[in-house]
Every structure is written in C-alpha cells, then in structure tokens.
C-alpha cells in the first residue's frame, strides 16, 4: 500500500524552517515511496487562525518544491468531530467536567504539596446527573475529557525506535472545551482516520500525545499510523522557533534570496548522518531522508551554515539555470558574465552588484596615477574580446616595468573601484572602451 502522509500546521503565523523540516520529511518521504501527500490546516482555533497565514504557508511550500496532493481545513469539517465525540460519549470515553480554571490550579497545588503526580483525579465521574444539572444551574458549561486507559501504550517509532508511554501517569485530554470548539488531539485523529493516514512524522515534543492519540484512535474504531518522532530545529544558542515570531520563517529566507533548494537541504539534512550539502533537486534530496539515522540530538539552524551552503549551491549553478533569472535580473553579459561572476556570489541577487560594476556608474580610486595615465594611452583599438585584457596588460608592464599586484591592483581599482571581484579579462571587454577610458581618467562612469 502506498503510504500518505501529512504535514498539519495551524495557520496562526509564518511557518519558519523548523516547520519546514517536518513538512518536508514528509513530502520526501511521500515522494521517495509514490505515496500521497495531504496539507491540513489545523485551523479549528477561529480567534487565532487566519486565512493568510494559510495561504502564505502554501505559497512557501510551492516555493521550497512542494506541491501537496491534497489541501484540506478542519474548519470545513467540524460535522465528523462532532459525529466522533457524540461516539466516544456514548461509550463512556468521554465525559464531562465542570471544574473551573482556578480550581484545577488549586488542585494541582495541593497534589504536588503532598508530592502527587499533579493529573486530573477523575473527580467529575463522581457527579450525579443531578449535580451536574445544579452546576448547569449555576451557568457552569462542561469541558469534555477523554477517559484513558490506565496501561502502557508502546509503539515502534520510525525515530527512534521502541518507544512507549504510560498513560496511568497522564491526566485525561480535554478534547472538546465548554464552548464546544475541539482541541487538537480529537481532529487530528479523526482526520488521521477519514484521510486514511498511514505514516505521521513530527517533532519529537508530540510523543507524549502519541500515547493518548494511539488510544483515541482505538476508542474511534480506527488503524493508528505507524509514527516518527524527529529531533527539533533550534538556534545555535539552542532556543527553540516561534511561528509568531516570524524569526527565520521561509517568507523572509525566499525574500532575503536565499536558494530554496540550499534552504530544503540544511532543513532535512542538519542533524542526520548525512552531511549537508547541495542536491541536485528533491528527488536526490529524498534519496538521502533516513528516518532511523536521524540523530536524537537536537538539531541546530546555523544561519552562517546557511549562507555557506547556499553560495555552493550558487557557485555550482549552471548558465541554463541561471539565464532565465538573469534575464528577469535584466543582466547581460551571456554565459560568460556568469561564469565570471558566480564564484564570488554568496547569493543570486549579488549578480546585480558586479553587473552594476559593468554598467556604472562606478567612482573609480586612482591610487598610481602614473600607471593609469600610460594605461589609458595604451588601450587597444576596438573590437575589444576575452584576449583584450592580456594584449593590454602586457604592453602596460612593458611601458612601466610593473607586474604583479603592483600592475593589476591599480588598474582593478581605476576600472571598478573595488580590491577584489571577478575576472577583469571577462568584465573589460563588457565594460568597453568609453566607461574605461573615463575611469582611467577618474570620472564616475
């Protein structure tokens, strides 16, 4: 059987690359196995899930390669949780508490004072139909818990291996609040079922919720998925990322001109056996996704690491990749611009600069007049070609006896104003015999 995966985030701010370490290990996964890929927005939360957040996320995602099989919302399917809790009341699993906020708080105090496990204590199972009915009474509305089995729940994780939890240490879910809106753990497993989900692959923080959603699954009637557990993205100073910070999200990496290949590779590939590096595209990078060999260290995001991976991804690029960009750039210059210029970009955008450097203007630094004086009276007659630079170079050392950095600093900074950049050879003859002639002079041409 094929399998269909899911990456399930709430629309409530820009995803950020961590997001896109689990999104990704499942798209890969999904792609590597001719399998399904769903996108589900957990957006039951209407007060803080908003309809751009989605539709950036999407637009993220198509950016990063990933187009999913499937889009749904849960907002569009709130009549199957309700057909699921109704179920789950019938049988006894779900039953209904009145305890207000204050007073579960109270409750906890007082079990870790006595040096108790601080969960739930099942104290609403006790209420008679008539008690609850004076607490209706009173204006107080239910919340409604899921009644756990008190045993270990075990699993062979895709992660990390055999894996378990004990729920008698846990406190029964609430699944459904007093206003009747769903928390996540009841949509999420009916959603598991209706879509027929057979892997989920998430960050390690959800094993606990495995425990419980193994048993809610049971509880529906329903196959539970085989689950993987990831290690977390973090900071390198190890702090974990925030939605609702915006910090790293994919929206800011795609507008600071970051390659969205350099940003998929570091996503998948820090914190694996595998060393990161440049694909060649999502089929290679897939090949390289092994569940069982990702580390159980967290995952650190070095935004150094970044700019270096992504000025390889840059510096391998071939012209026929780069010509239709170029050409949206409104850069010229052909195949051999780029060939020039590409080792000393750390970003695509950076082709701009040095074709800035052709085009001008330029304030030229004349820093041995002399030399840029007997250069200007010896440049060569048009038509100017790849040879030009050597045949003029060659006359200026004959003409001054300089060589060596003593010749061609100079003449670099007179024709660009910079002490670095591509080759000359290349950028003379794009340059041309009037915008040199007026920086030799030290005119901003």
């Not at 399904?36 to 990063?64: G, K, M, P």
Request: charged letters at 25%.
């Amino acid at each position: 059987m094929s399998p269909v995966l899911r990456f399930a985030p709430s629309p409530t701010g820009l995803i950020h690359i961590g997001n896109a370490r689990t999104a990704l290990l499942n798209a890969l996964v999904a792609r590597r196995q001719g399998g399904t890929f769903v996108l589900r927005f957990d957006d039951t939360d209407a007060e803080r899930s908003r309809a751009e957040y989605a539709d950036q996320t999407e637009i993220d995602l198509a950016w990063l390669g990933i187009v999913p099989d499937l889009v749904v919302r849960q907002s569009d399917r709130m009549e199957l949780y309700a057909e699921a809790a109704e179920r789950l009341k019938a049988s006894g699993r779900l039953y209904p508490c009145y305890e207000t906020a204050e007073e579960l708080e109270r409750r906890r105090r007082i079990q870790l004072a006595r040096g108790q496990p601080p969960i739930y204590d099942r104290a609403a199972l006790t209420l008679t139909e008539d008690d609850r009915r004076a607490l209706e009474a009173q204006g107080r509305r239910p919340h409604w818990r899921f009644r756990l089995q008190p045993r270990l729940v075990a699993w062979d994780d895709l992660v990390r291996g055999a894996s378990h939890v004990d729920c008698a240490s846990l406190s029964d879910p609430v699944l459904v609040r007093e206003d009747g809106t769903y928390l996540y753990t009841l949509p999420s497993v009916v959603d598991d079922i209706a879509l027929g989900i057979t892997d989920v692959v998430r960050g390690e923080d959800h094993v606990t919720n495995t425990g419980v959603q193994i048993q809610l699954f049971e509880a529906l009637g329903g196959a539970a998925p085989r689950f993987g557990h990831h290690n977390l993205l973090t900071t390198v100073s190890g702090e974990g990322l925030s939605k609702r910070s915006g910090a790293l999200s994919l929206h800011q990496l795609a507008a600071d001109g970051y390659e969205p290949l350099a940003v998929a590779a570091l996503a998948v590939l820090v914190g694996s056996s595998e060393a990161v590096r440049p694909v060649a595209d999502l089929d290679e990078l897939a090949s390289l996704v092994d569940l069982a060999h990702i580390s159980r260290a967290p995952a650190k995001f070095d935004e150094s690491e970044l700019d270096n991976l992504n000025a390889r991804f840059v510096h391998a690029m071939s012209y026929e990749a780069a010509q239709p960009r170029l050409e949206d750039l409104r850069i010229g210059g052909g195949e051999a611009f780029w060939n020039a210029i590409r080792a000393n970009l750390s970003r695509f955008g950076d082709a701009l600069r040095w074709w800035g450097i052709v085009e001008g203007p330029v304030s030229p630094e004349i820093v041995d007049k002399a030399l840029t004086d007997a250069a200007l009276e010896l440049l060569p007659p048009e038509p100017w070609d790849g040879s030009t630079w050597k045949i003029w170079t060659e006359a200026v050392r004959a003409e001054t006896g300089l060589k060596g950095r003593a010749l061609f600093m100079p003449l670099r900074l007179a024709l660009t104003g910079l002490d670095h950049g591509p080759e000359l050879a290349v950028l003379l003859p794009l340059i041309g015999p009037e915008r040199a002639r007026e920086r030799l002079n030290g005119e901003v041409a």
